[in-house]
T-cell receptor, first 109, second 114 residues
């Protein structure tokens, strides 16, 4: 079965601390993995995807096929990073996305 | 392009009433998705269309929910009759099928059923 698991509903860190939002997936094939972010009162927007291998706003994520994980990391969290983060999986080109439950990141001053 | 447009942004209605949510996808996109977001269940895919044709409606909760896409620039999600448990934020998203899975989301419609 296709599934995305984000084990933490809430992650609270202090400004300047490292942050890691966990994402594990279940998929029999070669999925595309994404991180979407939803800032307060804003629409969901793409943060990054594994095929781009890019760093956006200091965030990176590496696809680990052996551990079926796609954890999101940032070495120094900022208050403006506070938001809801969703990990998502797509099993086919341009097809539907399967979302995890989301992790709320709270960065305290 | 203004992005994905949804209307209304907020809807408050009474149980038993019909509710229609509207979505205008980004011009040129050929896939459209309807999601529901709740605290308990997170983001759930309700239905999606490719080239105006419904492809997967397995997420539609029950027969009270229906969705249409009469043309490439418009889609509706209808709930009839509405129930308090339908209260949620409903998102529409669109994508270009060959675009590698990236979806562009609308601002959402916050539905409250009393």
């Amino acid at each position: 079965a296709q599934r995305v698991t984000q084990p933490e509903k809430l992650l609270s860190v202090f400004k300047g601390a490292p942050v890691e939002l966990k994402c594990n997936y279940s998929y029999s094939g070669s999925p595309e993995l994404f991180w979407y972010v939803q800032y307060s009162r804003q629409r969901l927007q793409l943060l990054l995807r594994h095929i781009s291998r890019e760093s956006i706003k200091g965030f990176t994520a590496d696809l680990n096929k052996g551990e079926t994980s796609f954890h999101l990391k940032k070495p120094f969290a900022q208050e403006e990073d506070s938001a809801m983060y969703y990990c998502a999986l797509s099993g086919s080109q341009g097809g539907k996305l399967i979302f995890g439950q989301g992790t709320e990141l709270s960065v305290k001053p | 392009d203004a992005g994905v447009i949804q209307s209304p942004r907020h809807e408050v209605t009474e149980m038993g009433q019909e509710v229609t949510l509207r979505c205008k996808p980004i011009s040129g996109h050929n896939s459209l998705f309807w999601y529901r977001q709740t605290m308990m269940r997170g983001l759930e895919l309700l239905i999606y269309f490719n080239n105006n044709v419904p492809i997967d409606d397995s997420g539609m909760p029950e027969d009270r929910f229906s969705a249409k896409m009469p043309n490439a620039s418009f889609s509706t999600l209808k709930i009839q009759p509405s129930e308090p448990r339908d209260s949620a934020v409903y998102f529409c998203a669109s994508s270009f099928r060959a675009g590698g899975g990236r979806q562009f989301f609308g601002p959402g419609t916050r539905l409250t059923v009393l």
